[in-house]
């Protein structure tokens, strides 16, 4: 049973940067393809980016590449996002996602997820 935990939300101006974490527990970190994703009121849950167990494989959905980056760092069992030129459209909840070996962009390929940590972009 894999644990994550999400930090790092909050509120900040349109164009202006926030770094995500999401620290992992309970199971072997390298076996497992991490995902972010984000969920805004009355939308469904998007997929955003997704990183390989190696970290070298990394995937970004249209609305935030070139803008955010997704990094691991196995040894402190920790996937982030960095978030540059944040638009209000950018404003959710933001999830991580662990999905054994794979990496997938549907949020239903996903076995364990965090409790979601809020990002709000003001105009």
């Known amino acids: 049973q894999v644990q994550l935990v999400e930090s790092g939300g909050g509120l900040v101006q349109a164009g202006g940067s926030l770094r995500l974490s999401c620290a992992a527990s309970g199971g072997s970190f390298t076996n497992y393809a991490m995902g972010w994703f984000r969920q805004a009121p009355g939308k469904e849950r998007e997929f955003v980016a997704n990183?390989?167990?190696?970290?070298?494989?990394?995937y970004d959905a249209d609305s935030v590449k070139g803008r955010f980056t997704i990094s691991r760092d196995n040894a402190k069992n920790t996937v982030y996002l960095q978030m540059n030129s944040l638009k209000p459209e950018d404003t959710a909840v933001y999830y991580c996602?662990?999905?054994?070996?794979?990496?997938?962009?549907?949020?239903?390929?996903?076995?364990?997820w965090g409790q979601g940590t809020q990002v709000t972009v003001s105009s």
């Open positions: 996602a662990a999905r054994r070996f794979w990496l997938g962009v549907r949020s239903t390929e996903y076995e364990y």
């Open positions: 990183i390989g167990r190696s970290g070298v494989t990394t």
